[in-house]
């Protein structure tokens, strides 16, 4: 099983210790990631964690709004 990213886990964190939730930022690393102090390379992360299911949370969490 591949462990999830950071990202994910702050928010799982989040919605269990706050009331309310903001998310911006998460693009699953399908563009082009560009630091602002810097440019970063795109790389495929799709080996390393579980993207596909991050995305499926994210698509529930949006239709519960």
Known sequence: M???TSGFIGLSLAINNFKDVSCFGFDFYE?????YF???VKYERKDVHPLNIERSFFEFLIQCI
């Open 31 to 35: 563009s082009k990631a560009d630091h």
């Open 38 to 40: 810097e440019d970063v």
């Open 2 to 4: 591949l462990p999830p």
